[in-house]
């Protein structure tokens, strides 16, 4: 092929293009000290590119999120630590005021006050406000959170959780609203609240103790327990009740005493205490003693004299003079073994019994009336006349009366049955007997005439405020505990009233978690207290019942809301924690955008920076490769008819 000079100096011309394309490729990048200036420069890595940039740009939003997130929260954390404090002052004065006597109105006034400045203090925490808008309203940030009624508080905001992108696939709520902190029940009124319901006879065993009732199933002998009488002898001296087919109390008082009646023993019954909550065991002394009567239950519980516990037994001429030593004696069997055994006493003939109808002791002189024993006392001592054994034995000497104090034990009938402590009915006695309060449980079919031990309640009114609402609510025609119920249910505001769960008493419980709410008297009566309603589930609402209990001076009720201090702090301090936590989440999700970040523009750099050096070299290169064809070029292209027209 022929080639032209045409041909060559397009060549030529191209070539020159390329070489000085390349070196102000060069240059561009040498000025802006980048490799890529545009998408054509390195398509795969301007990819690359615009992912990095997306990925920092994302970072940087983040990292804005959790700063501004970060400015709410820490104010969220000094609220809290400040609320804490008030209701840590708060706790110091009810504390300080519970343990005080005799305290004058006027100091009672200032720690009122006080107490009713912390109060204030604490709402206008709740409605602490950053740029202009309301932190503690949930979504409503232009509402204020809590507005003061007469006698409470209502929360005005919404249960709106705000949440923030604190990384790529995370979020958190930031937020908290006032009613999470000051309105969620800190303890239930009434929760327990004991009303003390007494018994009658129609009273179901298993109803008592709160329901758990009287154990009539377990062991060999189910339903049973024993009694003993410690002053008679084996056997006889014990009776096994079985009470395994009772019913209500009725049953099992009728059974009690119909066996025990049955098996002789005349001078033990049970009945029902007079305290009205409680059986007691009704005991009379029979007179009767045995061997086994203990010496200290003789003489109606008086005893016998054992300081010298010396009987003197002589003949009028002292022919026979022995002194007998009982001092070692504990039961009636251990005198008359100790007078029995004596020889010189046998010899004469002399034995001790107990009598025929075994109310004392009688002396027989086999040997009379050969010889005539004198028993007496040593100067100083009263053994024998406490023995009732003074005198001369004509044959006999009958002993007087030794009137023995009952003495009684009840005991179950083996190890693992509970009946008689089931029935308050355990112990050893001597005279009556009172059981333990055998706590029925509390149904709603009560009759308010049984409470307080039989002995009926207080039915007077009762004011329940709930946020700005009030009502007074009156007992006086309840008649059931179910009334009582119906009645508070009835009054028109949020609460749920029932029976406790302890089965002792009713609470009330707020169903409104955006209101504070307390039970007080009406003026001056005492109905809240006798139904131990008195008082709040809250922590503004216990404050109000704080600063009342100690204006009136009322110390139980200022230790009562102790507890209630406390739990609102560790209710307080829980919410903070929870901060607290948030903040060291996105301190540490902060930490890892920011490596993340330098991580990024690492790699961006990495795609997208000149390497200056190399550059530089290259561009001086490429400065004298074209400079090089720039001479080259003007030796080989010819001169043209311009030139000669030139």
Same mark, same amino acid.
């Given at each position: 092929?022929?080639?032209?000079?045409?041909?060559?100096?397009?060549?030529?011309?191209?070539?020159?293009?390329?070489?000085?394309?390349?070196?102000?490729?060069?240059?561009?990048?040498?000025?802006? *000290?980048?490799? $890529?200036?545009?998408?054509?420069?390195?398509?795969?890595?301007?990819?690359?590119?615009?992912?990095?940039?997306?990925?920092?740009? #994302?970072? #940087?939003?983040?990292?804005?999120?959790?700063?501004?997130?970060?400015?709410?929260?820490?104010?969220?954390?000094?609220?809290?630590?400040?609320?804490?404090?008030?209701?840590?002052?708060?706790?110091?004065?009810?504390?300080?005021?519970?343990?005080?006597?005799? $305290?004058?109105?006027?100091?009672?006034?200032?720690?009122?006050?006080?107490?009713? =400045?912390?109060?204030?203090?604490?709402?206008?925490?709740?409605?602490?406000?950053?740029?202009?808008?309301?932190?503690?309203?949930?979504?409503?940030?232009?509402?204020?959170?809590?507005?003061?009624?007469?006698?409470?508080?209502?929360?005005?905001?919404?249960?709106?959780?705000?949440?923030?992108?604190?990384?790529?696939?995370?979020?958190?709520?930031?937020?908290?609203?006032?009613?999470?902190?000051?309105?969620?029940?800190?303890?239930?009124?009434?929760?327990?609240?004991?009303?003390?319901?007494?018994?009658?006879?129609?009273?179901?065993?298993?109803?008592? &103790?709160?329901?758990?009732?009287?154990?009539?199933?377990?062991?060999?002998?189910?339903?049973?327990?024993?009694?003993?009488?410690?002053?008679?002898? +084996?056997?006889? &001296?014990?009776?096994?009740?079985?009470?395994?087919?009772?019913?209500?109390?009725?049953?099992?008082?009728?059974?009690?005493?119909?066996?025990?009646?049955?098996?002789?023993?005349?001078?033990?019954?049970?009945?029902?205490?007079? #305290?009205?909550?409680?059986?007691?065991?009704?005991?009379?002394?029979?007179?009767?003693?045995?061997?086994?009567?203990?010496?200290?239950?003789?003489? =109606?519980?008086?005893?016998?004299?054992?300081?010298?516990?010396?009987?003197?037994?002589?003949?009028?001429?002292?022919?026979?003079? +022995?002194?007998?030593?009982?001092?070692?004696?504990?039961?009636?069997?251990?005198?008359?073994?100790?007078?029995?055994?004596?020889?010189?006493?046998?010899?004469?003939?002399?034995?001790?019994?107990?009598?025929?109808?075994?109310?004392?002791?009688?002396?027989?002189?086999?040997?009379?009336?050969?010889?005539?024993?004198?028993?007496?006392?040593?100067?100083?001592?009263?053994?024998?006349?406490?023995?009732?054994?003074?005198?001369?034995?004509?044959?006999?000497?009958?002993?007087?009366?030794?009137?023995?104090? =009952?003495?009684?034990?009840?005991?179950?009938?083996?190890?693992?049955?509970?009946?008689?402590?089931?029935?308050?009915?355990?112990?050893?006695?001597?005279?009556?007997?009172?059981?333990?309060?055998?706590?029925?449980?509390?149904?709603?079919?009560?009759?308010?005439? &049984?409470?307080?031990?039989?002995?009926?309640?207080?039915?007077?009114?009762?004011?329940?405020?709930?946020?700005?609402?009030?009502?007074?609510?009156?007992?006086?025609?309840?008649?059931?505990?179910?009334?009582?119920?119906?009645?508070?249910?009835?009054?028109?505001?949020?609460?749920?009233?029932?029976?406790?769960?302890?089965?002792?008493?009713?609470?009330?419980?707020?169903?409104?978690?955006?209101?504070?709410?307390?039970?007080?008297?009406? &003026?001056?009566?005492?109905?809240?207290?006798?139904?131990?309603?008195?008082?709040?589930?809250?922590?503004?609402? =216990?404050?109000?019942?704080?600063?009342?209990?100690?204006?009136?001076?009322? #110390?139980?009720?200022?230790?009562?809301?102790?507890?209630?201090?406390?739990? *609102?702090?560790?209710?307080?301090?829980?919410?903070?924690?929870?901060?607290?936590?948030?903040?060291?989440?996105?301190?540490?999700?902060?930490?890892?955008?920011?490596?993340?970040?330098?991580?990024?523009?690492?790699?961006?750099?990495?795609?997208?920076?000149?390497?200056?050096?190399?550059?530089?070299?290259?561009?001086?290169?490429?400065?004298?490769?074209?400079?090089?064809?720039?001479?080259?070029?003007?030796?080989? $292209?010819?001169?043209?008819?311009?030139?000669?027209?030139?």
């Amino acid at each position: 092929m022929r080639v032209t000079n045409n041909m060559i100096s397009n060549s030529v011309i191209s070539n020159l293009g390329r070489s000085l394309e390349r070196f102000m490729q060069l240059q561009t990048n040498m000025s802006t *000290g980048r490799r $890529i200036n545009r998408p054509s420069d390195d398509p795969i890595g301007t990819h690359k590119d615009l992912r990095y940039r997306t990925s920092i740009k #994302e970072i #940087e939003q983040l990292k804005k999120n959790i700063s501004s997130s970060h400015n709410l929260m820490s104010t969220y954390d000094n609220v809290l630590g400040n609320m804490k404090d008030m209701i840590q002052s708060a706790n110091e004065l009810a504390v300080g005021m519970s343990n005080s006597s005799n $305290i004058d109105p006027v100091a009672n006034g200032v720690a009122a006050d006080e107490i009713a =400045s912390l109060r204030q203090q604490i709402m206008d925490m709740a409605n602490t406000r950053l740029s202009g808008r309301y932190i503690f309203s949930g979504y409503r940030t232009d509402t204020i959170s809590i507005t003061a009624g007469i006698n409470g508080y209502r929360y005005d905001g919404d249960d709106g959780v705000t949440e923030v992108r604190v990384e790529a696939s995370t979020r958190m709520s930031i937020n908290l609203n006032a009613a999470e902190v000051l309105f969620k029940p800190i303890g239930t009124v009434g929760e327990n609240a004991d009303l003390n319901l007494g018994i009658n006879p129609s009273t179901l065993l298993a109803d008592l &103790n709160l329901g758990d009732g009287v154990d009539l199933t377990n062991g060999t002998a189910p339903g049973t327990f024993v009694v003993t009488d410690n002053n008679l002898d +084996v056997p006889g &001296n014990a009776v096994t009740i079985d009470i395994s087919t009772a019913l209500s109390l009725n049953d099992a008082v009728a059974q009690i005493n119909n066996q025990l009646a049955v098996a002789g023993f005349t001078n033990i019954s049970v009945d029902f205490g007079p #305290e009205g909550n409680n059986l007691r065991w009704v005991v009379n002394d029979s007179g009767l003693i045995a061997d086994s009567t203990k010496l200290e239950n003789l003489n =109606s519980g008086e005893g016998v004299d054992l300081s010298q516990g010396i009987l003197r037994f002589h003949t009028a001429d002292n022919s026979i003079d +022995v002194n007998i030593d009982i001092s070692d004696a504990e039961t009636i069997g251990d005198v008359r073994t100790i007078i029995n055994n004596d020889p010189t006493l046998q010899a004469a003939g002399i034995m001790a019994v107990v009598n025929f109808g075994s109310t004392g002791l009688d002396i027989i002189d086999t040997d009379w009336p050969a010889s005539e024993l004198i028993i007496e006392d040593l100067e100083g001592s009263r053994t024998a006349s406490e023995l009732g054994l003074e005198g001369t034995i004509s044959g006999v000497l009958n002993g007087e009366d030794l009137n023995p104090k =009952s003495d009684f034990t009840v005991n179950e009938s083996e190890a693992g049955q509970t009946t008689a402590g089931d029935l308050g009915l355990t112990g050893s006695f001597n005279y009556d007997f009172s059981g333990r309060d055998l706590n029925p449980r509390l149904l709603a079919d009560a009759l308010l005439e &049984n409470l307080n031990s039989g002995n009926g309640i207080n039915q007077g009114m009762v004011k329940v405020s709930q946020g700005t609402r009030i009502v007074e609510l009156n007992l006086s025609a309840a008649v059931t505990v179910q009334d009582v119920i119906d009645i508070f249910n009835g009054s028109g505001l949020d609460i749920l009233a029932s029976v406790n769960d302890a089965q002792t008493g009713i609470q009330i419980v707020s169903t409104s978690n955006t209101e504070s709410l307390t039970i007080q008297e009406v &003026n001056g009566g005492y109905t809240a207290h006798e139904w131990d309603i008195y008082g709040s589930p809250d922590i503004l609402g =216990s404050l109000i019942i704080l600063e009342e209990a100690i204006r009136n001076g009322e #110390e139980e009720d200022t230790s009562n809301l102790i507890e209630n201090m406390y739990n *609102g702090i560790d209710q307080v301090l829980s919410h903070r924690a929870k901060m607290g936590s948030k903040v060291i989440r996105l301190e540490t999700a902060d930490a890892r955008l920011t490596d993340q970040g330098f991580n990024f523009t690492k790699l961006l750099s990495d795609v997208e920076d000149a390497d200056l050096t190399k550059l530089v070299a290259d561009l001086a290169m490429q400065e004298n490769s074209y400079q090089a064809a720039m001479i080259a070029s003007s030796k080989i $292209i010819q001169p043209s008819l311009l030139n000669f027209l030139k």
